[in-house]
């Protein structure tokens, strides 16, 4: 490991990438733990990294090579849970980061998972259905060592689905000899999946947006809503706040950015994306620079698209009283800085988007039972758990005059390295 960085060796100490965002977050929580600041380490290296070949045959004959990623940081409070994605930029800088910050978000909410994440470097757009359910299974197959419903629990990520979680489920299982529902989260509910987990994170979005606004004295009915990236964060809260009487102002995701003062047109926007792929082209709005996105007039900004989209460059445009991080890790610590400066409220990712993970939790349950609640019950008890969460972050900042950030990973920390030390070292 290189002491200085809390990284393997075989990662470029120069580019750290989303991990040296994580690692900056860390050391501004460390004054705040006392005793258990013995125990930091813990938060600074992955338990257990894998990296694993993915070779798949593809549609025209030829073998294609892929790079995948499983990434364990801490599974003190109980196994790890996090998502899978499939993207050409996935690095294992992004995964280490990403799996961190599933474990400082389950403990910020009070679940009983660690934290981890998977990954494959690939453009599933450029794959046909066959490629990619080969590529599911193929991955499946060589994380298998890691992966259990005991052990580490998969989920839905950038660019994955229910679909793919039933691929990786069946993998698991067919090795296993027995069908294993447990093994991943985000199924279909026909394999015991939970009825409100797809639209759980974007829920959570809202419903976070909407606590934080009533702290701060902001009325959500008419307050004008920017948002990057409507998929299925994105759109799910896009549609939460337009029904909430929001104006949903801009909307920006990989081809371009549509603005529009008055409002736009939600259901239309994402049928128009379901359809063309893009917000590009949506004739019910103007479309504007990319750049333009970050200062456009608003009450709210929700970046809910991938990490390090909020940087000093672009912080001191932003035009909102709140930011609430859909994506995780999309706001880097200068930025927080400046943010918090010119008087931003920020939200972080580790509570913000934390209701995916916790119907997650659910539908684990649920599967371990053979027992599944209506979608009234998941939502109630999905808002009660993030709501407390909130609470309890917002009063020990207010207390020790911290941002919400810092709070948060107080909290979390507290818990992780209090389960570390009462577990001790073993041998």
């Known amino acids: 490991m290189d002491e200085a960085h809390g990284l ?120 046909s259905r066959g490629e990619l359910e080969r590529l599911t299974r193929r991955y499946a197959s060589e994380i298998a060592i890691l992966i259990g419903p005991a052990k580490d629990i998969p ?31 985000g199924k279909p509910v026909a394999l015991g999946g939970s009825l409100g987990r797809r639209e759980a994170t974007g829920r959570g979005v809202f419903v976070l947006a909407r606590a ?34 929001c104006r949903v102002v801009a909307v920006q995701d990989h081809g371009g950015c549509v603005h529009r003062a008055a409002g736009l047109d939600v259901a239309a926007l994402r049928a128009h994306v379901a359809a063309q792929g893009s917000v590009q082209g949506f004739p019910g709005g103007e479309a504007v620079a990319r750049d333009a996105f970050w200062s456009v007039p608003c009450d709210v900004l929700v970046p809910a698209a991938l990490e390090q989209q909020i940087g000093a460059g672009n912080a001191g445009a932003i035009r909102a009283r709140m930011v609430v991080e859909g994506a995780n890790g999309p706001t880097t610590p200068e930025a927080d800085d400046i943010l918090r400066a010119r008087g931003v409220l920020l939200v972080p990712d580790v509570i913000a988007n934390a209701g995916g993970v916790t119907v997650s939790y659910f539908e684990w349950v649920q599967d371990f039972s053979s027992y599944f609640w209506t979608e009234a019950e998941i939502n109630a008890r999905l808002e009660r758990i993030l709501l407390d969460a909130f609470d309890a972050i917002w009063a020990l900042a ?30």
Request: proline letters at 6%.
């Open 398 to 427: 207010a207390e020790r005059r911290l941002d919400l950030r810092t709070a948060a990973f107080v909290v979390a920390c507290t818990r992780i390295l209090e389960a570390r030390a009462l577990r001790g070292l073993y041998p």
């Open 155 to 185: 989920a839905p990520d950038v660019n994955t689905d229910a679909q793919v979680m039933a691929w990786m489920m069946d993998t698991y299982s067919m090795h296993e000899g027995a069908t294993v529902t447990g093994v991943v989260t």
């Open 212 to 245: 934080a606004a009533g702290r701060i004295g902001l009325d959500l009915p008419g307050a004008g809503v920017a948002i990057q990236g409507l998929g299925n964060v994105g759109g799910v809260a896009a549609q939460l706040f337009a029904a909430a009487g």
């Open 8 to 127: 393997p060796s075989y990662l470029d100490a120069k580019d750290l990438g989303p991990w040296a965002v994580y690692l900056e977050q860390v050391e501004r929580v460390a004054p705040h733990l006392g005793g258990l600041e013995r125990w930091i380490e813990t938060l600074r290296r992955p338990k257990r990294a894998l990296i694993v070949d993915v070779p798949i045959a593809l549609d025209d004959g030829r073998v294609a090579h892929f790079e995948g990623y499983r990434v364990q940081h801490n599974t003190s409070r109980g196994p790890g849970k996090g998502g899978v994605r499939f993207h050409p930029g996935v690095t294992l800088s992004e995964v280490m980061a990403l799996a961190a910050w599933m474990s400082v978000k389950n403990a910020a909410v009070n679940l009983p998972f660690g934290g981890a994440k998977g990954g494959v470097r690939v453009d599933p757009r450029r794959l």
